[in-house]
């Protein structure tokens, strides 16, 4: 069997998972919290843009490499709620897109 094949496959299935609705709409959903968060981030905590949307990924998917932490108490705050919130949807997304690539595998 040759390598490609698997690889072939697996794009094939994730092609097959994103065009369910359900998966993109938390997909969106997802997305656009992170991206609301790192407007949050650039605004209040005064960062660049990039250095807010890497925040807010890192904090969303639980990585916290730390080299990054709000200092205002409304940043903390938001934080804490963006956390709670946003982990469920992320969480979501990624076991709905996981899910239907392993459909197409069975």
């Not at 794009?11 to 609301?36: C, E, K, P």
């Not at 979501?92 to 690539?101: D, E, G, K």
């Amino acid at each position: 069997m040759c390598v490609s094949q698997p690889i072939r496959g697996f794009f094939r299935s994730l092609h097959h998972a994103l065009a369910d609705r359900s998966v993109q709409r938390l997909l969106i959903l997802a997305f656009s919290i992170i991206g609301a968060a790192a407007l949050f981030y650039s605004v209040v905590e005064g960062w660049p843009y990039l250095d807010a949307l890497y925040f807010s990924v890192m904090t969303i998917a639980t990585v916290g490499y730390g080299d990054l932490a709000p200092v205002t108490t409304i940043g903390r705050l938001f934080t804490i709620v963006y956390v709670l919130i946003g982990l469920g949807i992320f969480i979501a997304a990624a076991s709905a897109l996981a899910a239907a690539i392993l459909s197409q595998n069975e």
